[in-house]
């Protein structure tokens, strides 16, 4: 493979005679040069860039999109470095066969973000530069992209708005304006209804007028089209863009290339829009920015907000980070100074209050089927007024695990240490981790009585028993299991909306910025095992899921209520949540995390590692562990432990915490860690390093 292997001899001179496809130029004069050497990144699993020779009369200069030999076959690569020499003998080195032409080199901006995203992240430069082209942009052969037409004449401004701002979104705006010529980070901390939206677009319509781009990202797919239409409501001239993994390859492909030549003037989309190359970004904006989903838990492990806040940095520009719920990280930053704060407390529209939240004991209301007397009655209120309810639960499927009442036997997955979930509809027991499927069996496995119930409360068991205990009422449910049909989750809300739907059942696809005017009561039900989990984020991903749930009971004209279902009526993070004072919550749970030396106030990295035989990894990581702390730097080295999920689709997976007093002092040690590691020639297990994990 490729010239570093195989000692394949190459001619000194020689001439193409291949046919190019449509979009690649034909190698120059069909020479290659003999001068100019080219370091190439490439998506292969291997630390180093690749050599090769420039072609003569071909200009390659650094960020050009490159079409390579890769030992039989073909590859497209980013040109790193032009050169003119290589530590590889001449005579082995090849050359490249052509430079894509409907693809324009990367700025010197944009590569430069990559290779901080391959140093920070410890990946090699060629996948996060894979991570960051389109699947369409990669083929070596494929047809040639139109370049997309430039941006229309400028929007027409003094666009409507339906609003007349209140004091306190003037005030973010004013101070999101107040440093908009250079880096200038904005906690934009506003309640669930403050009306965040109109503050965004207001600072997107001073972008676009200054003639730059900007870039807009959200958690989820799910939230794209609502925000999307907004966004071509309020500027219908401008050309808007989505960027999400759901595009086909195409469309995809020409998002990219819209950011890229500057035709794009808003792209919104998930965590990936925020690697995309921007030929002029002005402005970027994090919704939700305390998200997990903003972390990508595979390959590149990165953290979308805080690339946006470190591309911002680079380019100088405003970033807005938003979110009911801030991360204790973007606190503590407002806390040191780092980040300005902006605060809209109050709801936006007029009359609109706070949703009233209380906790039912369960322990003296004691659940039926998962459902206190309390929460069935105030449901029950609400049919009668012809109002709306929603029941929160975070956790799909029918119960999350078949046990036997004889012999305590329940089903497990073979592959993976987790329990099946019992999905009675489809008479399938399911591991949500790997996906393997089996019927449900009539009698226990092991001891063969008959004597098989379910446990837990998954969303379909819920529905059965409210259907139960509110014959009549019209029921809906949504979670992955019955959106995996496409358009369903729309056709849901679409009923929600329309008034045709009663209650609704589901997950956390439904805490989020949907508005319902008719929904004003929400029960949240089975939350309780998040208070004591092993996860040190999860009071923090409790407390904001149930604001951001809680936000959707009531608007404008009528008050929501909120009933939260609890063996621990009075723990203080649901007195928190019922008083709406985030900011006592957050206080307590960043003193908590200072004591501990959690982030924010440590810095950490994971070592993962995982193989199919058992023992392996404990055993690669505790000799991992012994190199890390023979390099002595000012880093804490824990021992290895078994993942949360310790087995997964037939590997066995476990895991190296690291710890650090700051960046500075974590960065160069995972630098030399992973080198040292890297020498070694692992082959038994397949490791990689998390940086800033979300979850240890
Ligand atoms: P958030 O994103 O902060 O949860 P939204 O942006 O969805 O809140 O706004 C909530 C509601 O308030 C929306 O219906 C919006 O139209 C309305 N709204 C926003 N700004 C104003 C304003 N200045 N005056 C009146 N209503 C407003
Ligand atoms: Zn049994
Ligand atoms: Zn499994």
Same mark, same amino acid.
């Given at each position: 493979?490729?010239?570093?292997?195989?000692?394949?001899?190459?001619?000194?001179?020689?001439?193409?005679?291949?046919?190019?496809?449509?979009?690649?130029? =034909?190698?120059?004069?069909?020479?290659?040069?003999?001068?100019?050497?080219?370091?190439?990144?490439?998506?292969?699993?291997?630390?180093?860039?690749?050599?090769?020779?420039?072609?003569?009369? $071909?200009?390659?200069? =650094?960020?050009?999109?490159?079409?390579?030999?890769?030992?039989?076959?073909?590859?497209?690569?980013?040109?790193?470095?032009?050169?003119?020499?290589?530590?590889?003998?001449?005579?082995?080195?090849?050359?490249?066969?052509?430079?894509?032409?409907?693809?324009?080199?990367?700025?010197?901006?944009?590569?430069?973000?990559?290779?901080f995203c391959a140093a920070y992240y410890q990946r090699p430069l060629g996948e996060v530069i894979a991570a960051c082209l389109p699947p369409r942009l990669r083929q070596p052969s494929r047809r040639r992209i139109p370049a997309p037409e430039p941006a229309r004449a400028p929007t027409p401004h003094g666009f409507s708005s339906a609003h007349e701002l209140t004091a306190p979104q003037r005030e973010a705006i004013e101070a999101v304006r107040a440093g908009a010529g250079g880096f200038h980070p904005v906690l934009l901390h506003g309640v669930t209804g403050s009306g965040k939206t109109e503050v965004y677009l207001r600072l997107i319509a001073d972008t676009l007028d200054r003639g730059r781009q900007a870039l807009f990202l959200l958690p989820e797919i799910g939230l794209t089209p609502q925000f999307e239409a907004q966004v071509r409501k309020r500027f219908p001239g401008a050309s808007v863009y989505a960027a999400h993994s759901h595009l086909n390859e195409g469309d995809r492909a020409r998002a990219w290339l819209a950011a890229q030549s500057g035709a794009a003037q808003v792209v919104l989309g998930t965590r990936l829009a925020v690697l995309m190359p921007f030929r002029d970004l002005g402005l970027a904006i994090v919704d939700e920015e305390h998200d997990g989903s903003y972390k990508q838990q595979e390959g590149l492990r990165y953290s979308a907000r805080d690339v946006a806040v470190r591309r911002a940095q680079k380019l100088g520009i405003p970033v807005v980070l938003g979110s009911a719920t801030p991360s204790l990280e973007s606190i503590a930053n407002v806390r040191d100074g780092r980040y300005a704060l902006a605060r809209l407390p109050q709801r936006a529209s007029a009359g609109s209050a706070m949703p009233a939240i209380r906790t039912v004991d369960t322990r003296a209301d004691r659940p039926h089927d998962g459902l206190t007397f309390a929460l069935v009655d105030a449901i029950r209120k609400r049919l009668a007024r012809q109002e709306q309810s929603l029941i929160f639960l975070n956790r799909r499927g029918f119960s999350p695990v078949l046990f036997c009442r004889a012999c305590s036997w329940h089903s497990t997955c073979t592959r993976c240490s987790a329990n099946l979930v019992m999905h009675r509809r489809d008479g399938e027991l399911r591991c949500h981790h790997c996906g393997r499927r089996s019927r449900i069996p009539a009698a226990c496995p092991t001891c063969h009585a008959a004597d098989l119930a379910p446990v837990g409360h998954g969303t379909q068991r819920l529905e059965d028993a409210l259907r139960e205990a509110l014959p009549g009422a019209r029921i809906a449910r949504v979670d992955r299991d019955t959106t995996a049909r496409k358009g369903e989750l729309k056709r849901v809300f679409d009923a929600v909306r329309a008034g045709t739907i009663d209650v609704l059942i589901g997950t956390q696809m439904l805490a989020k910025g949907h508005d319902y005017p008719r929904l004003t009561l929400v029960g949240v039900v089975d939350c309780d095992s998040a208070l004591f989990s092993a996860d040190f984020r999860a009071a923090e991903k409790l407390f904001a899921q149930l604001?951001?749930?809680?936000?959707?009971?009531?608007?404008?004209?009528?008050?929501?209520? &909120?009933?939260?279902?609890?063996?621990?009526?009075?723990?203080?993070?649901?007195?928190?949540?019922?008083?709406?004072?985030?900011?006592?919550?957050?206080?307590?749970?960043?003193?908590?995390?200072?004591?501990?030396?959690?982030? =924010?106030?440590?810095?950490?990295?994971?070592?993962?590692?995982?193989?199919?035989?058992?023992?392996?990894?404990?055993?690669?990581?505790?000799?991992?562990?012994?190199?890390?702390?023979?390099?002595?730097?000012? &880093?804490?080295?824990?021992? =290895?432990?078994?993942?949360?999920?310790?087995?997964?689709?037939?590997?066995?997976?476990?895991?190296?915490? &690291?710890?650090?007093?700051?960046?500075?002092?974590?960065?160069?040690?995972?630098?030399?860690?992973?080198?040292?590691?890297?020498?070694?020639?692992?082959?038994?297990?397949?490791?990689?390093?998390? $940086?800033?994990?979300?979850?240890?």
């Open positions: 493979m490729g010239h570093r292997h195989g000692g394949i001899s190459f001619p000194l001179a020689g001439t193409y005679s291949q046919t190019y496809p449509q979009g690649f130029s =034909p190698p120059g004069n069909g020479r290659f040069s003999l001068l100019k050497t080219l370091r190439v990144a490439l998506d292969v699993p291997l630390e180093e860039n690749f050599d090769f020779l420039a072609l003569e009369g $071909v200009e390659t200069p =650094p960020g050009s999109l490159v079409v390579v030999p890769f030992g039989r076959s073909r590859k497209v690569g980013v040109v790193v470095l032009e050169g003119t020499g290589s530590t590889i003998a001449l005579a082995r080195l090849r050359a490249i066969e052509a430079r894509v032409e409907d693809v324009p080199p990367l700025g010197a901006a944009d590569l430069g973000l990559f290779e604001v951001q749930v809680s936000g959707r009971a009531g608007r404008a004209d009528r008050a929501g209520e &909120v009933i939260i279902q609890t063996d621990f009526p009075t723990h203080p993070l649901y007195a928190a949540v019922a008083s709406h004072d985030f900011d006592r919550f957050a206080s307590d749970a960043l003193a908590e995390r200072r004591v501990a030396g959690f982030p =924010p106030y440590s810095f950490l990295a994971l070592l993962r590692a995982e193989s199919k035989k058992a023992g392996e990894p404990t055993t690669f990581l505790r000799d991992a562990a012994r190199v890390a702390r023979g390099l002595r730097a000012a &880093v804490e080295v824990f021992d =290895p432990v078994p993942a949360t999920l310790e087995r997964k689709a037939g590997f066995e997976r476990a895991q190296l915490l &690291v710890r650090a007093s700051s960046r500075a002092a974590l960065q160069p040690f995972l630098r030399r860690w992973r080198s040292a590691l890297l020498e070694r020639g692992e082959r038994r297990v397949r490791w990689s390093l998390d $940086v800033d994990p979300q979850e240890v």
